[in-house]
């Protein structure tokens, strides 16, 4: 790959039993992970990630079956579940020494960020959360013709088969509707990173799904399980999203309450692409969360 987040350096690490992550690795100080969204890769961090490296070694993998990390075959719902890629994020800090770690998570990563923090607590010490409400609630809002903006969660939720046909017969233009339709600034990605992000979708289609699959599937089982058994994330946890309650309606602040002990909730202008389209201000909300 030729486009890289400067002064990084390009690292695969062994996470699991046949599944490594690529991951770009740079700073130096506390550790934090930044985790990528759709449909992107870590490059998204490629402002955000040299900003916070003044004072903390800052890892930004791609997830399992994204970029150029591994792609297992989605032989069970657990292989894309959150709680087996929020496992691979613990491997990753294993390898790389961190006991403890903050984890910030945008759109896809959000999920697996969330997941990790009720999964091992003692090992995350500051959540950042960007741009979703946790699984069940995604589900319970998503209604009327306001549901419309998410049609590609209920395509991928279907049965294996149909979703990665009709998505492999069309993948950029798929995948480029979301980076076109999610963005309040078009130059927010440029050209050579957008065929980076197409490109490595196209290569990854029945993960992508698979991954989308299991937020239908088990990952709702896991995370309203932790609801009904009182389990929280007690961490310090920043959520920053768009305006999703003047959109959808309901109260997202009132949405996260019930998940967390230590919350603070704020709402940027920016679009769903926040970090590279205020990569300024995602990068002090990053700097001020880990000074809780």
Same mark, same amino acid.
């Given at each position: ?8 350096? *390009?690292?695969?690490?062994?996470? +699991? %039993?046949? #599944?490594? &992550?690529?991951?770009?690795? /740079?700073?130096?100080?506390? =550790?934090? $992970? ?46 894309? *579940?959150?709680?087996?890629?929020? +496992? %691979?994020? #613990?491997? &990753?800090?294993?390898?790389? /020494?961190?006991?403890?770690? =903050?984890? $910030? ?67 950029? =233009? ?119």
């Amino acid at each position: 790959m030729g486009i890289g987040i400067p002064g990084f350096e *390009s690292r695969s690490i062994a996470v +699991a %039993d046949g #599944v490594e &992550l690529n991951a770009a690795v /740079g700073g130096e100080g506390p =550790a934090v $992970v930044l985790l990528h969204g759709f449909p992107q890769t870590h490059l998204m961090w490629r402002h955000v990630a040299p900003a916070l490296a003044g004072h903390h070694t800052v890892v930004c993998p791609d997830l399992r079956g994204y970029g150029a990390s591994s792609k297992p075959q989605a032989v069970t719902e657990d292989i894309y *579940s959150k709680r087996t890629m929020a +496992a %691979d994020i #613990v491997g &990753l800090a294993d390898t790389l /020494g961190f006991d403890r770690f =903050a984890l $910030v998570g945008h759109d896809r990563g959000a999920h697996v960020a969330f997941r990790a923090g009720l999964d091992h607590p003692n090992r995350i010490s500051h959540l950042g959360i960007l741009d979703i409400i946790p699984t069940p609630d995604t589900w319970n809002v998503l209604h009327g013709v306001g549901a419309a903006v998410a049609f590609h969660l209920y395509l991928m939720a279907q049965p294996p088969g149909l979703p990665e046909q009709m998505i492999a017969g069309s993948a950029d =233009a798929f995948f480029g509707h979301f980076l076109d339709v999610w963005s309040m600034s078009s130059d927010a990605i440029p050209m050579d990173v957008r065929a980076e992000y197409l490109r490595a979708c196209r290569e990854a289609v029945p993960s992508i799904v698979a991954d989308y699959r299991a937020t239908a599937t088990v990952d709702i089982e896991h995370d309203q399980a932790d609801l009904d058994a009182g389990n929280r994330l007690t961490m310090p946890v920043t959520v920053v999203q768009q305006d999703w309650g003047r959109q959808l309606g309901f109260d997202a602040t009132a949405t996260w309450r019930p998940w967390s002990t230590d919350l603070e909730h704020f709402t940027t202008h920016a679009g769903h692409f926040m970090a590279e389209e205020a990569p300024e201000d995602i990068a002090t909300l990053i700097l001020n969360l880990m000074k809780r």
